[in-house]
Structure formats: C-alpha cells, structure tokens
C-alpha cells in the first residue's frame, strides 16, 4: 500500500523530554522523505544500510 506524501506524521515517542510550547510536532511524509537522507536510497541500499548498523551478537 503506497502511503500519499501529504499524510501527517506525529511521533510517538522520543529519547529525551522536551517542553511543549502548544505547537504539535508533525511533519508531512513527503517532507520527511524529501529531508531523510536514508530514505532516499533504493530499496536495496536501504536494507544494505540498516544492516551494517546492527552490533555483532554478543557472546553468550
């Protein structure tokens, strides 16, 4: 299913509290995309990229 670029995107949670000035945190999908380096690769360098950051298993 192709989501539309004009969808709002809130986030859900976040590592660090920050205040709320009254203004809600969204974004449109097609910003997020056109402003997210990662998500401009192919489908293929996308899974390449997300690979190599996962840490090596630990040694039980």
């Known amino acids: 299913m192709a989501l539309k ?3 709002v995107v809130y986030p859900s949670h976040i590592s660090n509290p920050i205040s709320f ?3 809600l945190i969204c974004n449109t999908l097609g ?7 990662i998500l401009q ?5 996308f899974i390449n990229n997300l690979l190599q950051k996962i840490p ?3 040694p039980n």
């Open 56 to 58: 090596e298993t630990p």
């Open 41 to 45: 690769l192919n489908e293929e360098d």
């Open 31 to 37: 910003d997020i995309k056109n402003n997210v380096e």
């Open 5 to 7: 670029s004009k969808l």
């Open 21 to 23: 000035d009254e203004k």
